[in-house]
């Protein structure tokens, strides 16, 4: 069952602490996104990587954020120096790409998500 | 203005009722629409897409698309309670965009009630 695995699933730190998160994207899916969700924002698109590229990261605060992909199975989400406003569920989602507008064949796959608290 | 605009809600409907769910997008040339669900504590799960004008059906749920208005919308009908969780419409595709990016709205809370 093909699907996106993000890791840790929950994270609480102290303030300033650095905090890394991890994304495995489905096999064979070569677009890779980076999500933030909170109750007052709802779903806001931080960063998003094709064929390992970085593509946007308009949405991500670069003081603190860097999003990577070291290799094709992997991606980076760290946050240093964390802050409580950062507390959020971080989703990472996958696609395959062709440049064509997203389709139902070709939709985003989201993993379950890395609940993180900011204390 | 955000791209995406949704009413958050709670929406509430009895169980068996027709639940109305409306989009509106900001970016005229958006392509591709969807519809995901998310329950509580879970991620977001794909349930319509639509690209064309006019209604497309799948089962109870109804997506209907005016680009004219930049309006979409989801109907269910025959509500049921396992149908109470947060709906997102996505919005992909645009002007300036490389149409692989995908857009949310914050999402509305429907509460279907036995």
């Known amino acids: 069952d093909a699907r996106v695995t993000q890791t840790p699933r929950h994270k609480v730190t102290e303030m300033g602490q650095e905090v890394t998160m991890r994304c495995q994207p489905i096999?064979?899916?070569?677009?890779v996104f980076w999500y933030r969700q909170t109750m007052m924002q709802g779903l806001e698109l931080l960063a998003y990587?094709?064929?390992?590229?970085?593509?946007?990261d308009s949405g991500m605060p670069k003081d603190r954020f860097s999003a990577e992909m070291p290799d094709a199975t992997l991606a980076t989400l760290k946050i240093q120096p964390s802050e409580p406003r950062d507390s959020a569920v971080y989703f990472c989602?996958?696609?395959?790409?062709?440049?064509?507008?997203?389709?139902?064949?070709?939709?985003?796959?989201f993993g379950e998500g890395s609940w993180l608290t900011v204390v | 203005q955000k791209e995406v605009e949704q009413n958050s809600g709670p929406l509430s409907v009895p169980e068996g009722a027709i639940a109305s769910l409306n989009c509106t997008y900001s970016?005229?040339?958006?392509?591709?629409f969807f519809w995901y669900r998310q329950y509580s504590g879970k991620s977001p799960e794909l349930i319509m897409s639509?690209?064309?004008?006019g209604d497309k059906e799948d089962g109870r749920f109804t997506a209907q698309l005016n680009k004219a208005s930049q309006y979409v919308s989801l109907l269910i009908r025959d509500s049921q309670p396992s149908d109470s969780a947060t709906y997102l419409c996505?919005?992909?595709?645009?002007?300036?965009?490389?149409?692989?990016?995908?857009?949310f709205g914050a999402g509305t809370r429907l509460t279907v009630k036995p």
């Open positions: 996505a919005v992909n595709g645009g002007y300036g965009s490389n149409n692989n990016d995908m857009r």
């Open positions: 639509i690209y064309s004008n």
């Open positions: 990587f094709r064929n390992r590229a970085p593509l946007d």
């Open positions: 989602a996958s696609s395959t790409n062709d440049r064509r507008p997203l389709s139902s064949g070709n939709t985003i796959y």
């Open positions: 970016d005229r040339g958006s392509q591709s």
């Open positions: 096999l064979g899916h070569n677009t």
